[in-house]
């Protein structure tokens, strides 16, 4: 509840205002570290929402000019011009998408849960009764698997190049919607990764029982675990985003999905990259038999153990834990 007497407010509110004005200045004439940054940014909202309550409550009065002067600092402070953009770019992919990662991994496991109770349905619905594949398994690999052949053969049969770049561009719109979906509350991204999981749970039923698990286990080997591993992150950034439509805490539900969005966006910063190498694996290396299959399984284990291992070192360990009152977004 805000206080009622100005003199009150400001007395509940002063520390903050002063802890916000010190970090403006210092990033003026500086650099600050990333988490303080992050702190500006939360302050500068809270000082933001203060300035909008005593021009409600407390119109002309010191508090009011006095608020009206550190956001107006802070702002510019927050968004002025910081350099080129590359150089943004990298510190959001190796400092503050792995920190973000860390710090929203119950989103990563609601992702993961979804992703394996679709692959178990899949399996289950085709393993129990294999006449539900003509209804699960697409006709072009139905077909395939009755000819004893793997769909996959004509890739390394494109142009050099082609059959990479349309993967990674199939991939890349699944984990941007799969993204976009935390707008639905989180419903969207869960169908779609359940939906994933479930076909590919059926595929690979299908082709066990038809005698076809060693080829499509051969082929999906290489790239494979950092496809599903990209899929997953995207996944996250959608739950993380969908956290501020569901529980945006204290704040308003806009500036709630606007942090959450921020903070989600780093994800997919690192999920893009992913995708392009795993395409390009997929386009060359996975097809065929010119790589022994147990080389196919240890580079696939090796880029998403390589992925795990980037996320969770990489970037410092960040703030332990922020305090409360924070916008659901941390940033």
Do not use: C
């Amino acid at each position: 509840m805000r206080p009622r007497s100005v003199g009150a407010f400001v007395r509940a509110r002063r520390a903050g205002w002063e802890r916000l004005e010190a970090l403006a200045a210092r990033a003026v004439s500086g650099r600050l570290p990333l988490a303080e940054v992050e702190e500006l940014d939360r302050l500068y909202r809270r000082a933001a929402g203060d300035l909008a309550h005593a021009r409600a409550a407390f119109p002309g009065s010191d508090a009011e000019g006095h608020l009206a002067q550190v956001t107006a600092r802070a702002y510019g402070a927050l968004y002025r011009p910081r350099g080129r953009g590359a150089r943004l770019l990298l510190r959001m992919l190796v400092e503050e998408a792995p920190r973000t990662f860390r710090r929203r991994l119950p989103a990563l496991a609601l992702a993961v849960a979804f992703l394996a109770a679709g692959l178990a349905g899949g399996a289950l619905a085709v393993g129990l009764d294999p006449g539900a594949a003509a209804l699960l398994v697409p006709e072009p690999v139905r077909d395939a698997v009755a000819a004893r052949r793997m769909w996959t053969e004509g890739l390394l049969q494109a142009a050099p190049g082609l059959a990479g770049s349309r993967i990674a561009h199939n991939n890349v719109a699944v984990a941007a919607l799969a993204f976009a979906l935390g707008l639905t509350g989180g419903v969207g991204t869960a169908a779609l990764v359940f939906a994933n999981g479930f076909l590919l749970g059926a595929v690979f039923a299908h082709a066990a029982l038809n005698g076809m698990a060693a080829p499509l286990f051969a082929f999906v080997a290489a790239h494979g675990p950092a496809e599903l591993s990209a899929l997953l992150l995207a996944a996250q950034a959608g739950f993380v985003l969908a956290a501020g439509l569901v529980d945006p805490g204290e704040w308003p539900r806009s500036a709630a999905l606007a942090a959450r969005g921020r903070e989600a966006a780093r994800l997919m910063v690192v999920v893009v990259p992913v995708l392009a190498l795993a395409a390009l694996v997929e386009g060359t290396i996975s097809p065929g038999d010119a790589v022994p299959v147990w080389a196919k399984a240890a580079l696939g284990l090796g880029l998403a153990a390589g992925l795990g291992i980037f996320l969770a070192r990489a970037g410092g360990r960040g703030e332990r834990g922020r305090a409360g009152g924070i916008p659901p977004g941390g940033s």
